[in-house]
């Protein structure tokens, strides 16, 4: 194989638990989406306890990907702070982050998993939908603007 052939083959992507020691590589891949206010800002707290049940996808040991499920009691999780950079998207990244989520939600005995985003064609894909079948919706109240931070 030359160098040419192996410049050509896509990037070898794993996934991982995260570890609170990834606090710094996650903010930087969620950097780009808080930036475009597609994702809320996180403390490096915050960040650390998103770990505890988040996902790293990684290439030649580089973080390329990040997502995490928030559970709130065992009726209900959240996917959160899914991010992908934006040059390893369209790989199926965001799909396999999700689907761990939602796979760690189940171990755990979580009965729904819901998700808050402004890609609804990408989660839909990921088979999530506006509301259970013969279940509320939700609806929201805006307290106050988003913060910036």
């Known amino acids: 194989m030359t160098d040419a052939n192996a410049k050509a083959e ?49 290439t030649d040991g580089r973080p390329v990907g ?13 996917v959160q702070c899914l991010a992908v950079r934006a040059e390893y998207q369209g790989r199926g990244i965001g799909h396999e ?5 939602v796979q760690r939600a189940k171990e755990l005995g979580v009965v729904e998993v819901m998700a808050i985003s402004s890609s609804e ?9 506006y509301a259970l079948p013969d279940q509320k919706r939700a609806l929201f109240y805006q307290l106050q603007p988003r913060s910036l931070d």
Do not use: W
């Open 121 to 129: 064609e990408f989660l839909k894909s990921c088979g999530f939908d």
């Open 10 to 58: 896509p990037d070898v992507i794993t996934y991982r638990q995260a570890t609170p020691d990834d606090a710094d590589m996650i903010h930087a891949i969620l950097r780009p989406y808080v930036a475009n206010h597609k994702l809320f800002a996180r403390t490096e707290a915050e960040v650390v306890e998103l770990t505890r049940h988040g996902f790293i996808a990684q």
């Open 66 to 78: 990040f997502a995490a499920v928030e559970v709130y009691s065992r009726k209900l999780a959240e």
């Open 97 to 101: 982050l999700v689907s761990r989520c």
